[in-house]
């Protein structure tokens, strides 16, 4: 991912391989620790608000599936192993999917859980797998309707038993986010900018946005929200799609992952391209690092 000031001009590569330079060279040692150490210990993946006790948050890293409670202490709940794609089920609190690498070597597939994240089985290989998918969202639209990014666009739409290549990856990929309107509407985190398909990405069209963006996220009422490098975190209906900033001055943080309560839309938690959790109470106007 390419880092740019708020000139345009490039001046950081990699704040993807920083991180999981830093993932790489740490193996987390214990069960239990603070969040705030997590970033010391391994590399974040993805964020989910536990659908079954919304005090919690899902933390989804390269040792393992971590729960993190509102007093900042993280019990990792899982030791599949590399937690890349990571997603929970837009409707049913039980059921979380994911995709990634094995402990001990290999790739993990479509895998899902329908106990909150402990117990974990492959689904399916994939098309041409077993697939890593580095980037998957499932569709709010249509549940049944999953896409992953692994030797190009990937579709499922019989919730993740079948798949096929629906299209080529973006150039630059960072993230995927599904439509809460349209199935076979997805947009894509670039460094090229936000991009739109309309067509289960056959095709892709610039968005709004066409600065770096390192995250998308839609929820499943239908406000997409995403981190634009240079104007930092924006947000807007989907049906009208006119992003606006919002909240604090990010300054050298790159924002990789958002998940927001499916409970309380003014609850927000994100997590940054150096490991750091922050939690907002109030719609992301302000922010505090989670448990302090």
């Keep these: ?28 040692r214990a069960d239990t620790i603070p969040v705030s150490q997590l970033r010391q210990q391994t590399h974040i993946h993805g964020l989910a608000v536990d659908h079954q006790n919304a005090e919690n948050l899902l933390i989804a890293t390269h040792h393992g599936l971590f ?12 030791v599949v192993q590399d937690f890349m794609g990571f997603t929970p089920h837009p409707s049913d609190p039980n059921t979380l999917f994911a995709s990634g690498h094995r402990a001990n070597g290999g790739n993990l597939g479509f895998i899902a ?18 697939v890593d998918f580095h980037q998957m969202t499932v569709s709010p639209a249509n549940p049944t309707v999953v896409y992953g990014a692994f030797g190009g666009l990937q579709v499922s739409r019989d919730g993740g038993r079948t798949w096929s290549v629906s299209g080529p990856l973006p150039e630059r990929l960072i993230d995927l986010a599904a439509s809460a309107l349209d199935a076979d509407t997805l947009y894509a985190a670039t460094e090229a900018g936000l991009l739109v398909s309309k067509d289960a990405g056959g095709t892709w069209d ?3 946005e ?13 406000t997409l929200y995403a981190f634009v490098l240079g104007k930092g975190l924006v947000r807007s209906a989907e049906e009208q799609l006119q992003l606006a900033s919002f ?17 309380d839309d003014e609850r927000l938690f994100v997590a940054s391209h150096e490991g750091e959790i922050l939690a907002s109470t109030d719609a992301g106007a302000t922010w505090s690092g989670l448990g302090r």
Excluded: C, F, Y
């Excluded at 880092?3 to 330079?21: E, P």
């Excluded at 729960?67 to 899982?78: D, L, Q, T």
């Excluded at 066409?210 to 239908?222: F, I, M």
């Excluded at 909240?247 to 409970?263: E, Y």
């Design 247 to 263: 909240g604090a001055d990010w300054g050298d943080r790159i924002l990789l992952h958002l998940a927001v309560d499916p409970a």
């Design 210 to 222: 066409t600065s770096p963006v390192s995250l998308v996220e839609v929820t499943p009422e239908g």
């Design 206 to 208: 610039v968005s709004v």
């Design 67 to 78: 729960r993190a409670g509102p007093g900042g202490e993280a019990e990792r709940i899982s």
């Design 1 to 28: 991912m390419t880092k740019r000031n708020r000139s345009g001009v490039t001046i950081l590569v990699g704040a993807l391989a920083l991180s999981a330079a830093v993932a790489a060279g740490v193996v987390a």
């Design 113 to 130: 859980s329908t106990d909150g994240g402990v117990n974990w089985e492959q689904v399916s290989s994939g098309e041409g797998g077993p």
